[in-house]
C-alpha cells in the first residue's frame, strides 16, 4: 500500500527545535514536489515548505530563516527542521506529495495522513 507516515512531533518550549520526518512506504519521491502542511484550530490548513523534485524549496514568510526542508539521496524521507520554535507554530503537522493549495486539498481526506503533533509552550 502506498502511504506516507509522518513523524518526529512532540512538546517543546519555545525557542526550542523539532525535526520532523515524512517517509514514504510502497513508492518514493523520485519525481515529486513534497509540501509540509499544517492545520491548528485557528488556522485550518497552510502550506509551510514545499520542495521539488529538483531540489528548489520554498517557504510561508512565517517560518522562513527558521525551517528547513530538505530530502535523503534515496527519496524515501522529506525532512522538516523546525528552529527558534514560537506558539503560534502549534498545529498537527503533515506531509503531501504534489502539494496543492489549501482551497483544493483541506476538505479531501485522501490527501491527509496521521499527521505528528507539534505543541510549543512558552
Known amino acids: 500500500e502506498v502511504s506516507l507516515v509522518e513523524s518526529g512531533g512532540g512538546s517543546v518550549q519555545a525557542g526550542g527545535s523539532l525535526r520532523l520526518s515524512c517517509t514514504a512506504s510502497?513508492?518514493?519521491?523520485?519525481?515529486?514536489?513534497v509540501g509540509w502542511y499544517r492545520r491548528a484550530p485557528g488556522n485550518e490548513c497552510e502550506l509551510v515548505a514545499s520542495i521539488s523534485s529538483d531540489g528548489t524549496t520554498s517557504y510561508v514568510d512565517s517560518v522562513k530563516g527558521r525551517f528547513t526542508i530538505s530530502q535523503d539521496n534515496a527519496k524515501i524521507t522529506v525532512f522538516l527542521q523546525m528552529n527558534m520554535l514560537k506558539t503560534e507554530d502549534t498545529a498537527v503537522y503533515y506531509c503531501?506529495?504534489?502539494?496543492?493549495?489549501?482551497?483544493?486539498?483541506?476538505?479531501?481526506?485522501?490527501?491527509w495522513g496521521q499527521g505528528t503533533q507539534v505543541t510549543v509552550s512558552s
Open positions: 510502497g513508492f518514493t519521491f523520485d519525481d515529486a514536489d
Open positions: 503531501v506529495v504534489n502539494p496543492q493549495s489549501c482551497s483544493i486539498i483541506r476538505d479531501d481526506p485522501r490527501y
